[in-house]
């Protein structure tokens, strides 16, 4: 077993507190993201999970054994890093043995792991050249090599593919998916980047100010935020939220916007009415809004302030009263600046926000 188990772990640093008393779970062979902005804390607690940080709080279990005042040699973890730091001085060989090297391993071993290694990241043909002639995700693919090549119980990896440029990125992400689903180690993976987390993640855990916001798989932190700030934070183009006042008439409940009248479902109303404070967010992804050249009686009255063909499709900024949302329309829709349009939101793909939290109302 290689369970990760943090139990209120706290970094500080100063008086600034880097992570807040973070508890989380990573199941044995699950691939895990930590998601969040810059100086969330997010690589902080990777580094106190490798023994890089001493925790100033808290308790940190790799499988059963309590590794929290242990050096990171005797977690049985390998980490990869953001800058590669790969030996320039040795061979792509000798950069992957390193670590095999460091543990006494027998010399038939080590070239047997090496080029095991070497051969899931495609590059046993690069064993004897230096890095100085690779290219950057030639390089990472060494640092990658070198850290599966202990067999660690544990797989750490801080924003490894951030310094590669955005094809070289999109190839890397789908090599990691593939390796990592091969070697089946429990995994920790660090990242601002949404797109690597959503398309690489069995969970992910998003961070804000040094705390985890909501820990969920990559479907349910799209399609059903936490709050405010993972919805405002996950998607191109992130979720939009409008501003609506709710009202019961005729013992239906109504929610007012700036731009019109929205009715909710039956299960979100019976939701609504039980809000003291009668202020919400709207919360709505681009995709589920359904943009009408005509008026219709379930649609709020918007103005194209701006139109962005894609090829796949067009991104719209609109104007809906005193907001501005984005919409996606099919590439071949006809719309064109200062046109009038009419936004129609599916009614099942509404999350319902309180103003004053920012916390999602769900049943």
């Known amino acids: 077993m290689a369970e990760i188990r943090l139990k209120g772990v706290r970094k500080t640093f100063g008086k600034v507190v880097a992570v807040q008393d973070v ?16 100086g969330c804390g997010k690589t902080t607690l990777l580094r106190c999970i490798a023994g890089l940080e001493q925790v100033d709080k808290g308790r940190v279990f790799i499988g059963e054994q309590d590794v929290t005042d242990l050096p990171p040699r005797r977690r049985q973890i390998a980490m990869v890093f953001q800058n590669y ?27 047997m792991r090496v080029k095991a290694a070497a051969e899931l990241l495609h590059i046993e043909e690069l064993l004897k050249r230096y890095p100085a002639q690779l290219s950057g995700g030639q390089r990472q693919r060494v640092a990658v ?37 091969e070697i089946q180690s429990t995994t920790l993976y660090v990242t601002h980047d949404q797109v690597e987390a959503l398309s690489l993640g069995d969970r992910i855990a998003v961070m804000r100010d040094g705390q985890i916001i909501q820990y969920d798989t990559p479907l349910n932190i799209y399609d059903k935020p936490a709050d405010v700030f993972v919805g405002g934070f996950i998607g191109n183009p992130p979720m939009n939220f409008i501003e609506g006042q709710v009202r019961v008439e005729d013992d239906k409940v109504k929610v007012l916007t700036s731009g019109g009248e929205i009715e ?13 404070d009668n202020r919400v967010l709207i919360g709505i992804r681009a995709e589920n809004i359904e943009a009408l050249p005509t008026s219709a009686p379930d649609a709020l009255e918007a103005t194209v302030l701006v139109v962005e063909p894609l090829g796949s499709h067009n991104l719209l900024t609109m104007q ?29 793909k509404i999350r319902w926000m309180d103003k004053a939290s920012g916390r999602a109302l769900y049943a």
């Open 23 to 38: 508890d989380l779970t990573v199941h044995d062979r699950e691939f895990v993201v930590l998601l969040g902005p810059s």
């Open 85 to 111: 730091a790969v030996f320039p001085h040795l061979t792509v060989f000798e950069n992957i043995a390193f670590g095999l090297r460091m543990q006494r391993k027998p010399d038939s071993e080590i070239e």
């Open 145 to 181: 090599a070198r850290a599966i090549a202990v067999q660690p119980q544990v797989l750490l990896m801080d924003e490894p593919l951030s310094n590669l440029d955005a094809l070289l990125r999109l190839e890397m992400r789908a090599e990691l998916k593939r390796l990592l689903r």
């Open 264 to 276: 909710p479902t039956p299960e979100d109303g019976a939701i609504l009415r039980k809000l003291k």
């Open 320 to 348: 809906v009263g005193d907001e501005r949302i984005k919409v996606t329309t099919r590439a071949d829709f006809k719309v064109q600046t200062g046109q009038h349009l009419w936004l129609r939101l599916k009614a099942d």
